[in-house]
């Protein structure tokens, strides 16, 4: 069974940075496809980054500023996320696949958040 842990959420100021992790366990190696998405209560989820093999995905919210990176010997993948605003507050989440990117864009999988397991989420608050 798949398991996803996030941590690495937390409080900073504008133009911060913070990295999120999101451990993976029941695979040898991260699934091949993963995504990282954010909600704000009253909001609707939204996908910000992808990854599926050596293929990134960012959304424009978040582009120049969000990398998404794998770490197949933990296995760990992360999300640096530098020049933080105060829109950039939410809960965050990462979502796993082992297949649903292989024959698909990634950034469609990503909108559609077609992913099959979930984590439990990591908060981050960005303060002006």
């Known amino acids: 069974q798949v398991q996803l842990v996030e941590s690495g959420g937390g409080s900073v100021q504008t133009g911060g940075s913070l990295r999120l992790s999101c451990a993976t366990s029941?695979?040898?190696?991260?699934?091949?496809?993963m995504g990282w998405f954010r909600q704000v209560p009253g909001k609707e989820r939204e996908g910000v980054a992808g990854m599926g093999g050596s293929s990134t995905y960012y959304a424009d919210s978040v582009k120049g500023r969000f990398t998404v990176a794998r770490d197949n010997a933990k296995p760990t993948v992360y999300l640096q996320m530098n020049s933080l605003k105060p829109e950039d507050t939410a809960m965050y989440y990462c979502?796993?696949?082992?297949?649903?990117?292989?024959?698909?864009?990634?950034?469609?999988?990503?909108?559609?958040?077609?992913?099959?397991?979930w984590g439990q989420g990591t908060q981050v608050t960005v303060s002006s």
């Open positions: 979502a796993a696949d082992p297949t649903t990117c292989l024959h698909r864009d990634l950034r469609d999988v990503v909108v559609g958040a077609d992913f099959a397991y």
């Open positions: 029941g695979y040898t190696y991260s699934p091949y496809c």
